[in-house]
């Protein structure tokens, strides 16, 4: 009975944890990618850091979460104050406007299931002990 219930929380967080890693790997990819194309160069080597992270939290990598956490977050934060005191002004084509802020708002949805899903945290226990 106990094994059930500790199997299912664990298959929940991978489908959670794999659902996480995917959208934020493919949304990474295609900033790049769509960066590169505009000739836009100065965070290329931070979405290449992301997406490096993201590969490590699937197998589980402790540290990986809590840098993923912290960088995404101070992210965000950076967006909202500069939303907050009208300080954005972009040149950049607004359909990589548009999957940027899609990426920040997967990126609080990941940072929230990252730190408050307990199936994602058992999961990962499991990843790192395997």
Do not use: H
Not at 48 to 69: E, H, P, R, S, T
Request: proline share 1%; aromatic share 10%; net charge positive.
């Amino acid at each position: 009975m106990q094994l059930d219930y500790i199997q299912k929380q664990e298959n929940k967080g991978r489908i959670i944890l794999q659902a996480i890693v995917v959208a934020n790997l493919l949304l990474y990819a295609s900033v790049l990618v769509l960066s590169i194309i505009n000739g836009i160069f100065n965070n290329l080597l931070g979405l290449v850091i992301q997406m490096i992270l993201c590969v490590f939290i699937y197998f589980g990598g402790n540290i990986a979460k809590w840098i993923y956490i912290v960088i995404n977050s101070l992210n965000v934060l950076q967006i909202i104050v500069a939303l907050m005191f009208g300080q954005i002004v972009s040149k950049v084509p607004t359909y990589l406007t548009i999957i940027t802020i899609v990426m920040l708002m997967v990126s609080i949805a990941s940072i929230l299931l990252l730190i408050l899903s307990s199936s994602v945290k058992d999961y990962m226990y499991k990843q790192r002990n395997d």
